[in-house]
């Protein structure tokens, strides 16, 4: 069964900005989408948004987890702590390490097991800006691409991708949609589907 998790940032729910956009967008390609309203969302902490996701979710080889912000660093705890490979992980204005002195250290942990992250997504795409007004920018995106390879895309003067301080409505994202049509196969990247 085709599933997939949207998980939300910093003081937002899943209403907010192009989550219910790709929802419907999934929904139309036959996954079951969830939502989750996290607890606490001014203060993401990882001691009870992890729990909630890894309780409540399913993850199997066609599960796809997206993730806006917070929900990116929360992407990472999920699949370090499931047994199981999924199909797709996306993280958009993705980040895992504290960005500023002012930055809400709860959502992240101390150190990851990056081997096992890997391990855990057959694919791991990043979608980061140059100029993410906190900080979840294309040097972010670069670190993850390095621990964890996959593919890194970097949008020019796209913020963050969703934002009510800096009147980003971002209703629609229609990148990310071409990014969930994309299926990988070993027979298409090696050419073995040749007719």
Not at 131 to 136: A, M, Q, V
Not at 161 to 168: C, L, P, T, V, Y
Not at 177 to 183: R, S
Request: proline residues 6%.
């Amino acid at each position: 069964m085709k599933n997939a998790i949207i998980l939300h940032g910093t003081s937002c729910n899943p209403k907010s900005f192009w989550h219910p956009s790709i929802k419907r967008f999934l929904e139309k390609m036959g996954y079951s989408v969830w939502v989750p309203a996290l607890p606490d969302t001014d203060t993401p902490d990882l001691k009870k948004w992890l729990p909630l996701v890894l309780k409540k979710g399913k993850f199997n080889k066609d599960t796809v987890l997206i993730g806006h912000s917070a929900g990116s660093p929360l992407i990472l705890s999920i699949l370090e702590n499931i047994d199981t490979t999924i199909h797709k992980a996306v993280l958009v204005a993705g980040y895992s390490q504290m960005k500023g002195k002012d930055d809400n250290p709860l959502i992240l942990q101390k150190k990851y097991n990056w081997k096992k992250i890997k391990k855990n997504a057959k694919d791991i795409i990043f979608i980061n800006s140059s100029d993410d007004p906190w900080g979840c920018n294309d040097k972010e995106g670069l670190r993850l691409f390095k621990y964890l390879g996959g593919t890194l895309i970097i949008r020019e003067g796209e913020g963050h991708m969703g934002s009510d301080s800096f009147k980003q409505p971002y209703k629609r994202f229609p990148l990310l949609e071409k990014l969930l049509e994309i299926k990988y196969s070993r027979s298409s990247i090696d050419g073995s589907d040749k007719k």
